[in-house]
């Protein structure tokens, strides 16, 4: 699959964890931060997105937990609900290989989040 317009396209969820290179995470809703893959802007206080979505891979089911501790020195740079605290031991996603810009990232997309 090639060339999405927004992250809701590529994995048809409205909002998620996005896991960068680095290990920088955003939580938070995607719906309206634009065309590709939501950052934080350079103020720190929202998300804008930028670029296509050159590529999306559904790596299949993770327990969102498990894998966010199994990151080394993962840091969460933006969570404006406070949703990390609020996720459950047995919260499952979809994991998705995201490529923007040249850019690896991963996409934890929950497939039932209340």
Excluded at 32 to 47: I, Q
Excluded at 64 to 70: C, H
Aim: without cysteine; negative net charge.
């Amino acid at each position: 699959m090639t060339d999405f317009d927004t992250l809701f396209d590529a994995t048809n969820n409205e909002s998620g964890i996005i896991i960068f290179p680095n290990n920088d995470v955003i939580i938070g809703n995607w719906t309206y931060s634009g065309h590709g893959v939501p950052r934080l802007s350079p103020f720190g206080d929202t998300l804008v997105s930028t670029g296509t979505i050159d590529k999306a891979e559904d790596k299949g089911l993770v327990n969102i937990k498990d894998y966010l501790t199994g990151l080394d020195g993962f840091d969460i740079v933006y969570d404006r609900n406070d949703d990390y605290p609020q996720i459950k031991a047995d919260d499952m996603a979809r994991l998705w290989e995201i490529v923007n810009n040249d850019e690896t990232l991963r996409v934890l997309a929950p497939v039932d989040w209340n």
